[in-house]
């Protein structure tokens, strides 16, 4: 061994290591075919896990990813059809419709006017030559929805003679009639579907569109054009007098009034009819509440919503 150099000596370590490992294996083989069945399964899982684990290069099992769901909700738009918007706002309003007649028992005669309840405080607002000249001593008979009620007159000052007022007299206290409710601020639009509801009647039913929007200079050069009334096609027909114009909303839309200029029906827009309410309340206030003017009519209700 002192005579060996120290390569030889690298070389001879090598050789002994080697030589017993040979060793090592050959005894570790016939002790296993010696050992029981379990311990070499054992030994099997083992030596085939450590040769996974150097394969795949981690020592620790890979996580199971968790999967998120994301849930997506979609709108969808459905339209309506236009018939059961038409539907709808006529079953709105029908209970609105009030038929005017001249007698005191309506039964079995046909009525003079129609028209339709403006305001839960019993006002109906008509029009016709018979009933605006009829003095405010003057009794009607009106018929709203299924109830008949009695009604006057109303003169209000400077105020177009197409729209009359009427009042019920005898409605019960604490007691609100289903009123109309008056579209949108701004003006209709031409193109705009219409139905009427009205005709001899009280139940007939026509359906239009807004063709012309008729407008008339104010008293003032710097006020804007106001909106006196509205043409529509096709014409409305004979018998719709006091007829009341509605969106597919089941807005008012105005009401309809005889233009001998034009030979034809027109719509007198919802605006002037809110100018006329406004004009009425305002000669209430000034008569004041001493029991000698008609009853009051509340203003708030008949504002544009």
Known sequence: MEDLNNHQMILLATLVSFVTSIATGIITV???????????????????RTIERVVTG???????????????????????????LIVSAVEKNQSRIATIYAVAEATGTKP????????????????????????????????IGNTSYTAKRVEVKNVSQSLVFLLVSDLPQDTALDAVAF???????????????GG????????TTLTRLVYEAPNSTSSPQILSSIEVTPKIPDGYSG???????????????????????????????????????AQ????????????QIS???NSVI
């Open 30 to 48: 016939s002790l296993l075919q010696q050992a029981p069945q379990t311990v070499t399964q054992t030994v099997n899982r083992v030596v085939e």
């Open 58 to 84: 981690t020592t620790t099992p890979a996580s199971t990813a968790k999967t998120i769901t994301q849930e997506v909700t979609k709108e969808v738009t459905v339209y309506a059809k236009e018939d059961d």
């Open 112 to 143: 003079i006017a129609i028209g339709f309840v403006a305001s839960r405080d019993g006002l109906i607002m008509t029009t016709g030559s018979d009933i605006a000249a009829a003095p405010t001593t003057q009794r009607f008979a009106v018929n």
């Open 183 to 197: 579209g949108a601020k701004s003006d209709p639009k031409p193109g705009q579907t219409t139905v009427v509801l």
């Open 200 to 207: 001899d009647d009280g139940t007939g039913i026509f359906k």
């Open 243 to 281: 007829g009341l114009a509605v969106n597919l909303d089941g807005q008012a839309v105005g009401m309809t009034v005889w233009s001998a200029d034009g030979g034809k029906y027109i719509i007198l827009p919802a605006s002037r009819i809110l100018d006329a309410i406004n004009a009425l309340t």
């Open 284 to 295: 209430q206030s000034k008569q004041g509440a001493d029991g000698a003017g008609p009853k």
């Open 299 to 301: 203003q708030a209700e």
